[in-house]
């Protein structure tokens, strides 16, 4: 059962870090929206957390309303477990991204330099960098 939560949780993180890449594309032109990270670990808890409560058949054993506590228990140890994988995917993905940039700009948003990387990546047969 644990292994089906993992696995969940695993795939919940992947689909909602590329859904928040493409809100901020979207509605805010790339810039980062720190609330969305915050949205994002209390949805994929809360997902985690119902399929392991119904799966795992506590809710059987829990029929009072006054038992309803267990649900928030469960809720907590997947936000636990959620918290670190989530901040190590968000992390590698912003590693990533700062890779594959294609330019850097400054504070006056002009064009400093463009990233020889993406370039060399770009047009691997025909380009020659003059710094290497």
Request: hydrophobic share 50%.
């Amino acid at each position: 059962m644990a292994a089906l939560a993992l696995a969940l949780c695993v795939v919940s993180i992947a689909a909602s870090l590329w859904l928040k890449e493409q809100v901020e594309r979207v509605l805010f032109r790339w810039r980062n929206v720190p609330v969305l990270h915050a949205a994002n670990i209390v949805i994929i808890a809360a997902i985690v957390a119902v399929a392991y409560y119904r799966l795992s058949g506590i809710g059987v054993y829990l029929r009072d309303l006054a038992d309803i506590d267990g649900f928030w228990y469960v809720f907590a140890g997947t936000t636990q477990l959620v918290l670190p994988l989530y901040l190590f995917a968000s992390w590698l993905l912003a590693r990533r991204r700062g890779r594959e940039k294609k330019y850097t700009r400054s504070k006056d948003k002009k064009v400093l330099y463009i990233n020889e990387r993406y370039l060399a990546r770009r047009y691997r047969d025909d380009y020659r960098s003059k710094t290497s």
